[in-house]
């Protein structure tokens, strides 16, 4: 059984950065692609950034060019570098390990990860 733990989220001004980290117990996490999701109060929960095995990543429009994932495999970690934060990037975010590429994957969708972190706040403030 897979377990996620997140961390790094906290207040943000406008323009700011924050990083966020994920570690990731059991599962095998360096098979595994890793995404970021994030979630505001009666939201979906929606899609970041993924990252798979090889390192080839994906990103959500909102986030282009402001947000990075990386991993550091030998560590069972998954990193998001937030920049040129905005109030609407404020969520609880979270950390999850894809299914295994059993038939075909989308990982920008929540039904193709297998265990999720608990979250951890992100508020953006103007």
Partial sequence: QEKLV???????????SLRLSC??????PTLRTLGWFRQSPGGERDFVAFINKSRG???????K?????????????AYLQMD???PEDSAVYYCGIGKLETGFRNYRLAR??????QGTQVSVSS
């Avoid at 570690?23 to 095998?28: A, C, M, N, Q, W």
């Avoid at 990543?57 to 986030?63: E, M, Q, R, W």
């Avoid at 060019?65 to 970690?77: A, L, Y």
């Fill in 6 to 16: 997140e961390s790094g989220g906290g207040l943000a001004q406008v323009g700011g």
């Fill in 23 to 28: 570690v990731v117990d059991g599962g095998d």
């Fill in 57 to 63: 990543t994906g990103y959500a429009n909102s986030v």
């Fill in 65 to 77: 060019g402001r947000f990075i994932i990386t991993r550091e495999s030998d560590k069972n970690m």
């Fill in 84 to 86: 040129s934060l905005k």
């Fill in 112 to 117: 193709d990860y297998s265990a999720w972190g």
